[in-house]
């Protein structure tokens, strides 16, 4: 496979959370992706500003089932499962994901943990694999892909 997120897609690197610097269009990474047999799934950093926002973006987002219960524990079980979206990998591209970090600055650090924990999940557990691509300014802190 050829392409902006080959390195994703092949296993050249590791699931994890990362900074993305592509300014592709969703449509064609989602193209990209499903002719691998990945799946896309797209945050609105301007339409999170605090936690509400993201569980909110992240259930109809990520399609989490309605025993979600848009709560931290909740959120890392639903991103560690996703047994209801068949998909050889997922990529969570969350674009603008800076806006929470400037506007609660406590909730960006716990989404952050909380995205690395269902990562590491998903790898103990033998799962697709699960990429959170960060796009747009924000902290600094974390890798880039």
């Given at each position: 496979m050829t392409g902006r997120l080959a390195s994703v897609v092949t296993g050249q690197r590791e699931p994890g959370v990362y900074r993305w610097r592509s300014s592709a269009h969703h449509g064609a990474l989602a193209r990209e992706l499903a002719g691998a047999g990945w799946a896309l799934y797209t945050l609105d950093?301007?339409?999170v500003t605090d936690v509400a926002q993201l569980f909110d973006a992240c259930a109809a987002g990520l399609r989490f089932p309605t025993w979600f219960d848009r709560d931290w524990d909740a959120l890392r079980h639903c991103l560690a499962d996703l047994s209801w979206l068949p998909a050889k990998g997922h990529v969570l591209l969350w674009d603008r994901f800076g806006t929470l970090a400037r506007t609660d600055?406590?909730?960006w650090q716990r989404v952050y943990e909380v995205c690395r924990q269902a990562v590491a999940?998903?790898?103990?557990?033998?799962?697709?694999?699960?990429?959170?691509?960060?796009?747009?300014?924000?902290?600094?802190e974390v890798p880039l892909l």
């Open positions: 950093g301007r339409l600055p406590q909730a999940a998903r790898l103990r557990e033998g799962a697709p694999p699960l990429y959170v691509l960060l796009r747009g300014v924000g902290p600094a």
